[in-house]
């Protein structure tokens, strides 16, 4: 008898650091890319946790915002955008801003 463990359900997925837009390495991990459910945003350790993060359309619209509350980890639910392409812009508690693009599928 086989019990179901969580790495049996674990989806493929890569995992996607942050460029500082001075293009300096950032403290930053977001994973999965592309996301269907939830983005899951992670402040390494040397960022002090997270001030905001926010997910905007190609029109600069924020369409998913989350309080942090200088957390080091946050979830985006992102299952009712539509598919496409979208961009994080993240900020550390320690003023480190970054931005990526972000693929949603349905």
Do not use: K, N, W
Request: charged share 15%; proline share 7%; hydrophobic share 45%.
């Amino acid at each position: 008898m086989h019990l179901a463990t969580a790495a049996d359900h674990v989806l493929p997925c890569s995992t996607a650091g942050i460029a500082l837009r001075d293009g300096a390495s950032a403290a930053f991990r977001v994973m999965p890319t592309p996301a269907r459910t939830t983005l899951h945003v992670e402040a390494l350790p040397g960022s002090g946790g997270l001030r905001s993060v926010e997910l905007r359309d190609l029109l600069g619209h924020v369409v998913v915002s989350a309080p942090t509350l200088s957390a080091p980890f946050v979830g985006l639910d992102v299952q009712h955008l539509s598919a496409g392409r979208y961009q994080l812009f993240v900020c550390s508690t320690m003023g480190q801003r970054a931005s990526l693009p972000v693929i949603i599928l349905d």
